[in-house]
């Protein structure tokens, strides 16, 4: 009876309450009291009644507990956390009732009868315990002020609470907006609760004297797992899985953003994208023959629209086996690319996993040679049903398989492929239900699909990552994945799946590109227009807008609908998508930089409200999730509904700039503004320095040899801006460049300083433009104590080496200078 999986079984039990059997005929069973303990010096290990506990002090603001009811813990990897054996100083106590662990920011109280955890921060705030009563480590108190957020790729509200989720990656065609589970599982949530504020500390809303408090709590289980955060009681949440070890991290913040920054640093964070992947991307279901792919092109250019990238789906395919052209419909597949890289267009290929069980393919010969697939427990290879019909299932849980799959996609990036789309790879079949008894190596120790679904679509990434990466060490891979698991965000980037054209899947589109950026995936956006179905010439329009400023900027559409490029909607709409796609591009600087700093830091480049104004009641509003950050300082409010000619959106505490009308608005407040259908609501907070460039029609077309800078001064500010050459991996050897912007806003005057804090880059710029919004008439504008000259409008300042003019109608003062290691401008 003890070998029953005693947290299984209480799971079994809130799921279907007839089933499993135990020992206190209640339908679990607790883990019980400590019977011994000892203590090491990054760990501590308990026996328990029914269960073993080690908690292992990882940093000073992060905890793992882990519990078994096995006589040992397992030896298997984890696939989602990079450095297991992270540690830190400790002070540990035993007191008569329980065990107190105290880090630099931490306490941890362990009460030893039942085995209990509570974590308090210094001030002893209690942050988060288990249920009391229960004594299960699982089952938390539910305090009435906590909200929840994260749980990565999920529908309906940011705020999670209240409602139960599942993690099953899950191929669903045209979800519906309560759909549960979808094709990522991330198994990372965010708690945030309210205490008093102490005297010594300061809110951002003066009149509020709460502050909120975030930790973070990462379940390393890839079985199908459940959080209920909530549902259908007020007393506890709970979180847990099918099978496998309880093993959770907890992570304190008390920033929700330090919350995502440690969580990143466990699970990792992307790397530097190509700069190409930033800008516009064309898809569809499919383009073929290759006529229609030059033709595509062609049209894209001839229209002036920008575009980087197209993608062929499954129809450049020999019958959908992966590796193969279609010779019929691409006679001379090289050729293509290579003209079509000389027009500046990269070309990224669909790569499903299920390889078609087909004794004449090369693929499935050197798979059945290799032993590279994955088996019944009785040796037989599984064969499942997708596109090319009957297909194996690489074992990408096996060392071999993963060399061998990456070196098939690295042969595609030797034929002038630019990147990898990774599709059906949660993984699906016809039929949704991949048998569990198929056989994993899951690196030698053995596992079902049980087990390892989750993890399937985050090691064929990781395959296809190493796999370019060993090949073409100075290329940055770039993936785009349909499934993955917490870690994803190291190999791919994310796209929302099928979803619809209407106004809910818009309004999704929003807030789950956000949900997944919470969750440590900064890199995402939706198949703009709506996959399935037909957009009106409106959404359609609102939701190019939306894809402008989402982190992953891609238009795809499904098999047997209308044409959905730029320019099937309508001169009006044709227009409308080429501004606010050359807008993307002009900010690409500005973009690249956030890449860079969610490189740094695991937080998303598309932020949540909250995330920058974490004790500001409002940004957790219903309504506030409608509208988001671009880093710290670009407010988004995307209109969300094609009939809407108003939007009502929040702006916090300060002074913020509107984009198109130059209006300055006070914040702290709910405003109402007019959005003409040409134009994406935006505005810059105070103190905002957002850099520029000029025009392309994709990366790398032009040398960009004049850079604007957008500076709506106030008081102090400071932003430091990345570059480097955007496409090899030299960044990693030191060759990248960092400049400081720094501008003071005095009662007459304004000072810009630009500095070069590392000059590993020659950025080959000539001129700054800076434009200084909300600006007077200057008397003097000098550059490094050298007056500037005064023109009398941008012409002529244009033609110029140096100068200024004033905008008057705009309120704005436009400095042209010269690039120089050190600029110090001042404005009289
Ligand atoms: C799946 C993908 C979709 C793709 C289609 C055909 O539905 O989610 O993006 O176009 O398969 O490959």
């Known amino acids: 009876m003890k070998r029953l999986l005693i947290f299984s079984i209480l799971l079994i039990f809130k799921l279907s309450p007839a089933a499993g059997s135990d020992k206190n005929g209640k339908g679990f069973i607790f883990a019980g009291d400590v019977k011994s303990f000892s203590k090491f010096d990054d760990h501590l290990e308990l026996k328990l009644d029914n269960a073993l506990c080690n908690v292992y002090i990882a940093a000073p603001n992060i905890i793992r507990f882990r519990y078994t009811n096995q006589d040992e813990f397992s030896k298997a990897p984890s696939y989602s956390v990079l450095e297991q054996s992270l540690k830190t100083q400790f002070q540990f106590a035993d007191s008569s009732k329980f065990y107190e662990i105290r880090t630099k920011e931490l306490i941890v109280h362990i009460s030893k009868s039942p085995c209990r955890i509570s974590i308090y921060n210094l001030g002893m705030d209690l942050i988060n315990e288990d249920e009391k009563a229960f ?23 940011l705020n999670k609470r209240g409602n139960q989720y599942t993690m099953w990656n899950s191929d669903q065609p045209g979800y519906s907006p309560t759909e549960d589970p979808l094709y990522q599982s991330i198994t990372f949530f965010i708690g945030i609760r309210e205490f008093p504020g102490k005297s010594n500390e300061k809110t951002t809303r003066p009149e509020s004297n709460k502050l909120k408090q975030a930790y973070g709590i990462f379940f390393d289980n890839t079985y199908k797992s459940y959080f209920n955060m909530g549902a259908s009681n007020n007393r506890f949440y709970w979180f847990g899985a099918e099978k496998g070890e309880m093993d959770y991290y907890f992570i304190y913040g008390p920033e929700i953003k330090k919350v995502i920054s440690s969580y990143s640093q466990l699970t990792g964070r992307i790397e530097m994208p190509p700069m190409w992947a930033l800008g516009y991307q064309q898809s569809r279901w499919s383009y073929f023959p290759e006529p229609n792919v030059r033709n595509l092109a062609e049209n894209f250019r001839n229209r002036n629209i920008p575009i980087d990238v197209i993608y062929l789906d499954i129809h450049y395919m020999d019958e959908y086996r992966v590796f193969t052209w279609n010779k019929e419909r691409f006679p001379e597949p090289q050729k293509m690319l290579n003209d079509l890289s000389k027009e500046g267009f990269k070309i990224i290929t669909i790569v499903d996993p299920g390889v078609k069980a087909d004794s004449n393919y090369f693929a499935a010969k050197e798979g059945i040679a290799g032993n590279l697939f994955v088996k019944y427990p009785d040796g037989k290879f599984y064969n499942g049903e997708v596109w090319p019909s009957w297909s194996f299932f ?48 899951f690196e030698g120790f053995g596992a079902n699909h049980k087990r390892i679904h989750n993890v399937y679509a985050l090691e064929m990434a990781r395959a296809t990552f190493e796999g370019i990466r060993k090949m073409f060490p100075e290329k940055r891979p770039f993936i785009l994945t349909r499934a993955g698991f917490s870690g994803i965000q190291r190999y791919a980037a994310v796209w929302t799946g099928d979803n619809l054209a ?25 198949d703009v227009g709506g996959f399935m179905g037909i957009p009106t010439a409106g959404l359609y329009n609102r939701w190019i807008q939306l894809g402008a400023f989402s982190p992953f900027f891609r238009g795809h559409s499904a098999y047997n609908t209308i044409p959905h490029e730029p320019w099937a909607f309508g001169e009006d709409v044709e227009s409308w998508a080429r501004d606010i796609i050359k807008l993307r591009y002009r900010l690409l600087p500005f973009f690249y930089n956030e890449f860079y700093n969610a490189s740094q830091t695991g937080l ?112 102090s500010s400071v932003y430091q801006l990345y570059e480097d050459d955007g496409i090899t991996t030299n960044y990693k050897n030191g060759a990248f460049s960092l400049t400081k912007f720094k501008v003071d806003k005095n009662i007459n005057s304004v000072e810009i300083n630009v500095s070069k804090e590392k000059d590993g880059f020659d950025l080959g710029r000539k001129d700054y433009l800076f434009k200084v919004l909300d600006s007077a008439l200057p008397e003097r504008v000098s550059v490094n104590n050298n007056d500037l000259k005064s023109f009398k409008d941008l012409k002529s300042l244009n033609s110029a080496a140096e100068g200024f003019c004033y905008l008057k109608d705009e309120q704005t003062l436009v400095i042209k200078a010269a690039d120089k290691k050190n600029l110090n401008i001042s404005v009289r």
């Open 502 to 526: 209407n106004e809910d899947h818009l309004r999704m589109a929003c807030t789950m590109v956000q949900g997944l950026g919470i969750s440590g995936i900064p890199f995402a956006g939706s």
């Open 604 to 715: 998303p480049v598309s932020r949540s409200m909250f995330l920058n104004f974490q004790n500001d009641d409002e940004c957790y509003k219903w309504d506030s999730q409608y509208q988001f950050m671009i880093g710290d300082n670009l407010l988004v409010a995307p209109v969300l509904s094609e009939k809407e000619n108003f939007k009502k959106l929040y702006l916090p505490e300060g002074k913020w700039f509107d984009w198109w009308t130059n209006k300055i608005y006070e914040g702290n407040q709910w405003i109402i503004i007019e959005v003409p259908q040409r134009e994406i609501p935006l505005f810059i907070r105070e103190g905002g320095i957002i850099p520029m460039q000029q025009e392309q029609n994709y990366v790398g077309e032009k040398k960009i040899e004049e850079f604007e800078v957008k500076i709506f001064p106030s008081g």
């Open 135 to 157: 004594g299960v480590s699982f089952d938390k108190t539910l305090f009435p002020d906590e909200q929840f957020y994260g749980l990565g790729e999920k529908t309906g509200s």
């Open 394 to 441: 690489p074992d990408f849980t096996k060392k071999e398989t993963r060399e061998w799959w990456g070196e098939k996609n690295a042969d595609l990036l030797k034929d002038g492929i630019a990147g990898i789309w990774n599709d059906m790879n949660e993984p699906a079949v016809w039929g949704q239900a991949f048998p569990d008894i198929v056989q994993f190596d």
